[in-house]
């Protein structure tokens, strides 16, 4: 059984900075796109980035372009949210889903629990 598991929110101020990862266990990233959701309290979720197989495209969400990164390291198995100047709508959970092909789409077959991400001061 394949477990995708997100580490690395927390609370942050307004301009700080976080890097969320994704690892999966059990089971493997490669030859998989890998996509970052989030939803806030009483919002429908959104897609936050996406990172194609072997890492060479990537999407973002229009509000994130700029100061999010996704990252892929293949060797460790792991996805990265690189997150700067975090504002306080960027506060919700933070899901990662692995993706059924190797380029992005919007299918997947794998999600994580979520990790809570916190902008206030």
């Known amino acids: 059984q394949v477990q995708l598991v997100e580490s690395g929110g927390g609370l942050v101020q307004p301009g700080g900075s976080l890097r969320l990862s994704c690892a999966a266990s059990?089971?493997?990233?490669?030859?998989?796109?890998v996509d970052w959701f989030r939803q806030a309290p009483g919002k429908e979720r959104e897609i936050v980035a996406g990172?194609?197989?072997?890492?060479?495209?990537?999407r973002y969400t229009e509000s994130v372009k700029g100061r999010f990164t996704i990252s892929r390291d293949n060797a460790r198995n792991t996805i990265y949210l690189q997150m700067n100047s975090l504002k306080p709508e960027d506060t919700a959970v933070y899901y990662c889903a692995r993706g059924t092909s190797h380029y992005i789409s919007n299918n997947y077959d794998y999600w994580g629990q979520g990790t809570q991400v916190t902008v206030s001061s």
């Open positions: 059990g089971g493997t990233f490669v030859g998989s796109a």
């Open positions: 990172i194609s197989w072997p890492g060479s495209s990537t």
